[in-house]
């Protein structure tokens, strides 16, 4: 199970870099709801440093669940695991709201 927490973190993390470096725009579709319609209206430098961001938020989590799988102190593991639900919950809320997003002047 450590071995899986590690290789997920490193994907999380690898996946955060191509995002922030903008070669990975296909993940952000996950998202944000109907991406391909209003990529025109975002401002994609700060939506990619936030998805970036989750990502490597995300990244971290897994490494605290590996950690605490290491330790074998179950309470560090499951606080990787309610972390990790806390961050796709907020990220989830977060891109709902358009405003966040939104280039200037539109």
Do not use: P, Q
């Not at 605290?64 to 990790?84: D, H, N, Q, R």
């Not at 709902?96 to 939104?102: A, D, L, R, T």
Request: hydrophobic share 55%.
């Amino acid at each position: 199970m450590n071995i899986l927490f590690c290789v997920v973190a490193i994907a999380f993390a690898f996946m955060g870099m191509l995002i922030r470096i903008g070669k990975a725009d296909r993940i952000m579709g996950g998202f944000v709801k109907d991406f391909k319609h209003k990529r025109e209206t975002y401002d994609l430098t700060h939506l990619r440093k936030f998805v970036s961001s989750v990502m490597y938020f995300c990244a971290v989590c897994f490494a605290i669940m590996s950690a605490g799988e290491m330790v074998k102190i179950k309470m560090v593991t499951w606080a990787g695991i309610v972390l990790f639900i806390v961050a796709v919950f907020y990220s989830a809320r977060y891109t709902e709201v358009e405003e966040n997003f939104k280039k200037e002047g539109m």
